[in-house]
Structure formats: structure tokens, C-alpha cells
């Protein structure tokens, strides 16, 4: 049985593009976006690869719009992918080119910053273990060897998410 589509689905589906400059504004503003996001990004690489991390949350926000503009600008890239290939399939093929160089950069920036999250859970693990050695009682085990503190030893650390 076909059901036609709900409402809010076609609500939230972008208009495709329908005349030749449109298509040429779309990929226009697409391309002005990606290299926005990309400087943002490669900005944000280098401010968690040099630790200075106050610096780095501050590019959150433009990022987070940028993103928002260029997710809208690719649905509506894909909603109209048959028009606009038929219209310029060379500068599609540019935009093909350009978003896996785009991944890429991504990729960097995607591992950088797990590496910082990486490094600074293991610091605030090695807090916690040490706090939970001081807190707890020094013993020994029946091989004379001192007794690593209880689970129950460890307490947990509140953190602060604002630099």
C-alpha cells in the first residue's frame, strides 16, 4: 500500500533548484561556506594541537552555524543533484573533488580532538586515583605488599565543561 509522504517530512525536504542561477548561487554559497567551516576547523586544529583550548571552545559557536548552513546547502545540492549535473557536471565534479579534501581535514580535526579528550580523561583519571590512595587506609596484604585502594575508595570528581 502507498502512503503519500507526512506533512513534516515534506516539510523539512528542500526546495530543488530550478533555474540556472540558482544553481549557480547554490554552489557558490556552498563553496564560500566550506571554506569558512574548513578555516574554522584548521583554526580549532591548531589552537587543541598547541593545548591553548579557552582559545578553541571560542570557535564553537561559528562553527556550529557554519555547519548548520552547510548541511542546508547540501540537501538542497542533493534534492536538486539531477538538474544541476545536467546544468554544470563540471563543477560538480570540482564540489566531489573538494568535499573529499574537505573529509580529510575533517578526519584531522576529528582525531585531534579525541586525542585531547584522551589525554585529559587520563588526567583526571590519575587524580582520582591518587585521591582515592590518599583517602584510603594504608594496608597490607598478606604478602607484605600494600593493598591497592578499594572501588569504594574512589569519589567522583566534578568538572567543569566552561575553560
Known sequence: MNQAPSTAAAA???????????????????????????GTVEEETKLVRSGKLRQAIRLEGAK???????????A?????EGFISKLIPNTVQALRQRHDVFRALLQINLTVLATAHAVAEGIVRGVSGEMAKKAAP???????VANAPARSAYQPIAVSRKL
Do not use: F, N
Request: hydrophobic fraction near 40%; charged fraction near 20%.
Open 76 to 80: 538542497r545540492i542533493k534534492a536538486s
Open 138 to 144: 594504608s594496608t597490607y596484604g598478606r604478602t607484605g
Open 12 to 38: 523539512s525536504m528542500p526546495a530543488p533548484v530550478t533555474h540556472p542561477a540558482e544553481a549557480e548561487q547554490l554552489v557558490g554559497h556552498l563553496t564560500e561556506v566550506m571554506d569558512a567551516l574548513l
Open 64 to 74: 556550529a552555524d557554519l555547519t548548520k548552513l552547510y548541511i542546508a546547502d547540501i
